[in-house]
């Protein structure tokens, strides 16, 4: 069966400072997502990953893709409380219309 | 651009009823898929319809049945319902397949 891990689980860290959350996957998928959630929200599309190599930054946010190593990052840059939040990764499986989720990274920016 | 479109929002049901729960997906998407999200089990996909055909189903019961409409919209359905039903349930609307999906608001469901 697809496994999608996340490592944290928990992230508490101060404005300012910079960490990273990875995202490591037991399928050959190509395409790898970020979501990020609010509490009691919805799921809400940070990046898309489509190939090997793929880099995308939004803000203080950026994603990288290694299809070979099946890993993912997401990098937080300068950390503000508005990015307090559980971010998930997802990859599609092989039927191709089917995302399997990571555990998510609870993510607490604190002043 | 309307987004993806759940109701309700919120439910409270009583074990051994069954419920329904709708997603109007954003308009000319052609697949609706549905997750669970449970603080135990993370998100979990339930199943995928595309032009009113099941093309993927999770590992669910056979309690939980879905259906999709010819103008996309989908319906999900529980019967006998369990407290450990109780959850999220999100809907994914997307063109032809997650190349890029996006998500409504979800209904809470609350099994008492």
């Known amino acids: 069966e697809l496994k999608v891990e996340q490592n944290p689980l928990f992230l508490s860290m101060q404005e300012g400072k910079n960490y990273t959350i990875y995202c490591n996957y037991s399928t050959t998928s190509d395409r790898l997502y970020w979501y990020r959630q609010d509490p009691g929200k919805s799921l809400e599309s940070l990046f898309v990953l489509l190939s090997n190599g793929a880099v995308k930054q939004e803000g203080r946010l950026m994603a990288s893709l290694d299809t070979k190593a099946r890993l993912s990052t997401l990098h937080i840059t300068a950390a503000v409380h508005d990015l307090s939040a559980t971010y998930f990764c997802a990859v599609v499986g092989e039927a191709g219309n089917q995302f399997y989720f990571g555990t998510g990274t609870s993510l607490t920016v604190i002043p | 651009k309307a987004g993806v479109t759940q109701t309700p929002r919120y439910l409270i049901k009583t074990r051994g009823q069954q419920v329904t729960l709708s997603c109007s997906p954003i308009s000319g998407h052609r697949s609706v898929s549905w997750y669970q999200q449970t603080p135990g089990q993370g998100l979990q996909f339930l199943f995928e319809?595309?032009?009113?055909?099941?093309?993927n189903k999770g590992n669910f019961p056979g309690r939980f049945s879905g259906r999709q409409f010819s103008n996309s919209r989908s319906e999900m359905n529980v019967s006998t319902l369990e407290l450990g039903d109780s959850a999220l349930y999100l809907c994914a609307s997307a063109v032809g397949g997650p190349t890029e999906a996006f998500f409504g608001q979800g209904t809470r469901l609350t099994v008492v």
């Open positions: 319809y595309f032009s009113e055909t099941q093309r």
